[in-house]
């Protein structure tokens, strides 16, 4: 079963890449290239996986899920040994000592329309006294408010009580953000065939409300 994503950038948004820039502002938003040598702006799969999984770990228990709330391997070892079991939040996202692949695929976002990103000159934060860094200028490479990218997420035997923790978890995102990125919105859109592996569920109203966008623009 897939399910198309579209998320929408709600203020300026920036997933950036992890090495430094040549030229240009000093953080970057990551770039795909295309077949004709032209590029473009996107959000890795990787990074929306993490940035749900992230989600899901906050909200899992509220919920009734377990969550080992772990991101270093052997501490989500040891935590799922106390279990007795994987923890519900690595049993669809996968952990990364696991030979068992994550039942979810997600592909790269790429954007539906022409995006013109802009660049901010930025203080630095010392994270630890919070005042700004000694010599701490640096530039940030955004796209503006409004912008779309799509993409999808394949699932594959899922269980609908994981389903659920999944939908649970892209409602959480629609209030939190990707990394440091930036607030987004999200929708699910063609859902038909979760409607019908939800149907008579109480899940599926939260599948309607994600089908709308939650974040208006003010006019
Ligand atoms: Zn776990």
Redesign the pocket.
């Known amino acids: 079963m897939r399910l198309d994503i579209k998320l929408k950038t709600v203020g300026l948004f920036c997933v950036g890449w992890s090495h430094p820039a040549v030229t240009g502002p000093d953080i970057q938003f990551v770039r795909r290239v295309n077949y004709d040598g032209s590029s473009q702006v996107y959000i890795p799969a990787s990074s929306f996986k993490g940035a749900l999984r992230s989600s899901a770990s906050r909200i899992a228990e509220s919920y009734g899920f377990k969550?080992?709330g772990?991101v270093r391997p052997e501490h989500?070892r040891e935590?799922?040994t106390k279990m007795g079991r994987?923890?519900d939040?690595?049993e669809i996202f996968g952990?990364p000592w696991s030979a068992s692949a994550s039942p979810l695929m997600f592909s790269d976002l790429l954007p539906t329309g022409p995006i013109e990103t802009t660049s901010l000159t930025r203080i630095r934060i010392d994270d630890k006294s919070m005042r700004a860094a000694e010599g701490a200028l640096f530039s940030m490479e955004y796209v503006p408010p409004g912008c779309e990218f799509a993409g999808t997420i394949e699932l594959m035997n899922v269980p609908k009580d994981k389903i659920a923790l999944l939908l649970l978890s892209m409602a959480e995102l629609r209030l939190g953000r990707i990394g440091r990125g930036g607030p987004l919105d999200l929708k699910i859109e063609r859902a038909d065939d979760l409607k019908q592996v939800l149907r008579g569920t109480e899940w599926l109203a939260l599948l309607h409300e994600l089908e709308e966008w939650l974040w208006h623009e003010v006019p």
Do not use: A, D, R
Request: glycine content about 10%.
């Open positions: 969550s080992c772990g989500i935590k799922h994987t923890c939040v690595c952990h």
